[in-house]
């Protein structure tokens, strides 16, 4: 008899108790699995407890890539040397007999996957708007599946089981295509299952109706907007699995699905309303029809901008050029395709000296190859480099929020730099659970001083931050990034050399380029602004241009920041309304920046206080983030109005040279796009810019009513605790 092992993986506190009802509905099986392991996907409190609360069972973390992909390819490895790997979802409960089931069809020999029904587990009831043949929106088995034991093209993720064999031919689930954390996408077991047919042409996956799993759906996934997201999400996931697979017969389950189950089910629907008097039927048929439309929206836009041929991570190096040169190895640990190049930092100890991209095909990049590409470099003099006559006291504060992980990594490199801060303050930003508080009380108790903000909003946080602060100089940085070593020395040197310093802004570069949307947020920019030292003041270093001081973005990002604290203060801080958090989506460093600039500060772009930030890995977080950025811009040119209304006259003068920097023909802005960088993107950001102006209005009204005093309390005061 085979053997056979299950994987579940999971991510996410909030399903804790959803995931032990997944491990025992496993354990109670009556066919008990040879092994069972349990992959925790990056949240190593969830990876602790779990081993804790579970000794009997496997728990493991995921080891790759970062996402549900990454996750079950370490779960397949783990589960080696088992014949069968099988897969639940961590919301899932299997039925006693579901295992039995699926290994009772690997008796066939031509038999290389088995899945089964997906029931779902509505918080209430099934919404009346919702048709059952969109029930794979919230991942459970739909009208149109089979009712009986047939073959499928696949499986469904919660409920699907495969020889190990497939895995040892084809290798894993491709990554970038499965769910990392709350994005919707999808259609990663499509993929693998196209792979697998080509392999073994003669072989079949079965879809087994009696081998059934119980889905929770969380009320969030009952509402419109996570129905046309996930809708929208299908239809990129589709688009990429064309992509990377081909087309042809392979999507002739979606032809069928949209000629016949669809139509089938908006007369349905129809008729309901006549024959059963049902007012929901109409709804449920209308939304047959707006399901079918986001999925195609979302499948064409996907399809015309994307870039032919498939995407080829890009490997980060840092190279001291002072040092011999090693050779960069371009196979990926844990993922199937290789690096299709490099993303290199050559550099003098902390100087920048270039940024340096090179295509290769590998599998090596020899060292000559990469000097043919930096010798021109290797001769620069190091004339950017600082010095600090004086040492004043330096504090760090970082803002953050249910991201433990990253705060961990954040903070280890901020403990390992060439200059110690003096003082670091964790503002916890209206956290979902006590996460921060315990990585922080656990790992870092007498090093950090832990703050609680209960109130989002990162402008909030940061001037919370502040209100502890005992440093005339102040570093602000993210949960999300990971600090060079010279970081600290380097943004605090030039308000050392020079009091007339107000603000200091660092070079930030892409930690990771994993995904094609991580590619696309650097190819558009980044958040990187040169290697070149820049200072920039209302006299002697203004630039000559009608858009001086309001294009605040040339002058850095609130990820890599720093203030003298006194000014500050002077300026009026953080401006609470605006920044992630609240209605204005962001915008408070530009703000600040702005604040600096026009009261008549020196601030400074220091190319050597370097930080890594891990930018977006999948395409609907960088959607949010397009609209967001642009909210932000939009929300911080209205405070800057509603804060001196003169202003508006020199905005409107400087209109037709803003419009000529976003979207002329001469707007570097748009040179710099790459050629498959999607086009709703550019509108989302445009959108969001006029999104903004209400956005920042709401938000300041929202803001004096969370500062107005109840009780004779003031609302501005945080509510500290220190670890």
């Given at each position: 008899?085979?053997?056979i ?8 506190d ?11 509905s ?12 349990v992959?925790i996907d990056?949240?190593?409190?969830l ?10 069972v496997?728990?493991?973390a ?5 996402g ?5 390819n370490?779960?397949?490895?783990a589960a080696?040397?088992c014949d069968?790997?099988?897969f ?8 006693a007999?579901?295992?039995q ?11 290389i996957?088995v899945?089964g ?9 099934r919404?009346r708007?919702f ?5 794979w929106?919230v ?9 009986r034991?047939s073959?499928?093209?696949n ?9 190990r ?9 491709r ?25 073994f042409?003669?072989a ?26 996930r809708c929208q999400?299908?239809?990129r ?7 990377t697979?081909?087309?042809g ?12 189950t669809l ?6 629907g129809?008729?309901?309303?006549v024959t059963r008097?049902?007012?929901s039927g109409p709804?449920r048929?209308?939304?047959i ?7 195609t ?6 399809k015309?901008?994307r ?6 991570p ?6 001291d ?20 190049g ?6 003098s100890g902390a ?5 340096v ?19 021109s470099?290797?001769?620069l003099?190091?004339?950017n ?8 006291r ?11 992980e ?7 490199s901020l403990?390992d ?12 930003n209206?956290p979902?659970?006590?996460?921060t ?9 007498g ?5 609680l ?29 990971v ?8 943004m605090a ?7 007339a ?20 947020t650097?190819r ?11 200072v ?5 270093n203004?630039?000559?241009?009608m858009?001086?001081p ?9 990820a ?7 000014v500050?203060?002077?300026?009026g ?29 020196r601030?400074?772009y220091?190319?050597q ?5 891990y930018?977006?890995?999948?395409e609907?977080g960088?959607r ?9 811009l ?9 804060d001196?209304?003169?202003?508006a ?6 209109f037709?040279?803003?419009i ?5 023909p ?7 796009l790459?050629?498959?960088y ?5 509108w989302?950001?445009r ?6 102006v209400?956005?920042?209005l ?6 004096r009513r ?8 003031d609302a501005?005061?945080?509510?500290e605790?220190e670890v």
């Open positions: 008899m085979s053997s092992a299950v994987v579940i993986c999971a991510y996410c909030e399903r804790r108790l959803q995931l032990g009802d997944a491990i025992n496993v354990l109670k099986q009556t066919r008990r699995p040879d092994r069972l392991v992959v990056h949240n190593d409190d990876l602790r407890d779990m081993r804790t609360f579970y000794p009997g496997e728990v493991i995921n080891d790759g890539a970062k549900l992909s990454g996750a079950r370490t779960g397949v490895r080696a040397p069968i790997v099988a639940l979802d961590d919301d899932a409960v299997a039925e007999d579901w295992l089931r699926l290994a009772l069809h690997y008796g066939d020999p031509n038999i996957g899945g029904k997906v029931l779902p587990l509505w918080p209430d009831q919404p708007w048709p059952e043949e969109f029930q929106v991942g459970c088995s739909y009208k149109g599946l089979p009712n034991l073959p499928v093209r499986p469904i993720g919660c409920n699907m089981s495969f020889r064999t497939v895995f040892d031919a084809v290798g894993g689930f990554e970038g295509l499965g769910r990392s954390g709350q994005d919707a996408a999808g259609c990663e077991e499509t993929e693998l299952c196209i792979r697998a047919r080509r392999h042409p003669a079949v996956i079965l879809y087994d109706p009696l081998a059934v799993v119980h889905h929770h759906v969380t009320r969030e996934r009952t509402r419109w907007a996570y129905f046309r997201r999400a299908e239809g996931s589709k688009s990429a699995v064309v992509e697979a081909g087309a017969e392979k999507l002739g389950a979606e032809r069928a699905y949209v000629t016949r139509p089938a089910g908006v007369i349905r129809l008729m309901d309303m008097l049902d007012p709804m048929a209308f939304t029809i707006a399901g079918l439309m986001f999925t929206a979302a499948y064409l836009a996907a015309f901008s870039h032919v041929g498939p995407f080829r890009i490997k980060i190096v840092d190279i050029h002072t040092k011999p040169l090693p050779p960069i190895d371009l196979t990926r640990p844990g993922g199937d395709v290789p690096y299709g490099v993303f290199c930092l050559i550099r100087q920048p000296l270039a940024l991209e090179l295509q290769h095909s590998g599998p090596v990049i020899a060292p000559a190859d990469l000097l043919a590409e930096i010798g470099v290797r001769s003099p190091s004339d480099s600082y010095r600090a006559p004086t040492r004043e330096v504090a760090v504060v970082i803002a953050t929020r249910d991201r433990a990253s705060l961990d990594r954040c903070l280890a403990f730099q060439t200059r110690a801060p003096d003082e670091v303050h964790v503002v916890d209206a979902a659970s006590s996460a508080l315990d990585l922080i009380s656990t790992q870092y108790r090093r950090v001083h832990y703050v903000e209960p109130t989002p909003g990162l402008g909030r946080a940061h001037n919370t931050g502040l209100r502890y602060v005992s440093s005339d100089i102040v570093l602000f940085t993210d949960d999300d990034v600090l060079d070593r010279h970081w600290v020395e380097a040197a030039p308000m050392e050399e020079d009091k310093v107000g603000c200091v802004t660092g070079l930030i570069l892409p930690a990771e380029l994993e995904t094609r949307a991580q590619v696309w650097e558009h920019g980044g958040f990187g602004k040169g290697l070149q030292r820049r920039y003041d209302l006299e002697a203004r630039p000559k241009s858009l001086f309001f294009t605040a973005g040339q002058f850095g990002s609130g890599n920041m720093a203030f003298r604290a006194s500050l203060r002077r300026v801080c953080f401006d609470a309304a605006l920044g992630a958090g609240t209605l204005a989506r962001g915008g408070d460093d530009l703000a600040a920046f702005f604040a600096i600039v026009s009261g008549g500060f601030l400074v220091q190319p206080g370097i930080i890594w930030h930018h977006r890995r999948g609907d960088m949010r983030q397009a609209f967001c950025y642009g909210m932000g939009g929300a911080y040119l209205t405070k800057i109005v509603v001196e209304p003169r202003r006259i020199r905005l409107a003068a400087a037709p040279a803003g000529l920097h976003m979207a002329g001469t707007s570097q802005k748009t040179a710099r790459p050629s498959d999607p086009l709703r993107l550019v989302m950001e959108l969001g810019i006029l999104a903004g209400p956005g920042y709401r938000s300041l009204a929202k803001r969370d500062d107005r005093p109840r009780n004779g309390i501005r005061r945080p509510a605790r």
